[in-house]
């Protein structure tokens, strides 16, 4: 069974950092991304990382204060931000596919789902 798992969410102040886990199993993917769901808003992108690690792609709301990395030995990827934002109150949700996905940025490129860590930043 693959299986994708997030974890570090929680309720947090606006102006800290935070960082997400995501753990695989079952089988590596060559494309990992985040993405977030806030409350009567449709999911979106947030960020993306191949192969080894040296191609990424962040959404506007988030470069230049987030980070995507990925440990291959462990088959997990991690998602830090920066300076949080009440706007970044979402739902995270990691996602994973493999060599055939072109756009990183759409969500139904994907193949695998974990199942959401709660990220809250309080005012």
């Known amino acids: 069974q693959v299986q994708l798992v997030e974890s570090g969410g929680g309720l947090v102040q606006a102006g800290v950092s935070l960082r997400l886990s995501c753990a695989a199993s079952?089988?590596?993917?060559?494309?990992l991304g985040w993405f977030r769901q806030a409350p009567g808003k449709e999911r979106e992108f947030v960020a993306a990382?191949?192969?080894?690690?040296?191609?990424?792609r962040y959404a506007d709301s988030v470069e230049g204060r987030s980070t995507i990395s990925r440990d291959n030995t462990k088959n997990t990827v991690y998602l830090q931000i920066n300076r949080l934002k009440p706007e970044d109150t979402a739902v995270y949700y990691c996602?994973?596919?493999?060599?055939?996905?072109?756009?990183?940025?759409?969500?139904?490129?994907?193949?695998?789902w974990g199942q959401g860590t709660q990220v809250t930043v309080s005012s």
């Open positions: 996602a994973g596919g493999g060599d055939s996905i072109i756009t990183t940025r759409d969500e139904n490129a994907y193949d695998y």
């Open positions: 079952g089988r590596a993917f060559s494309t």
């Open positions: 990382i191949r192969g080894s690690g040296r191609i990424t």
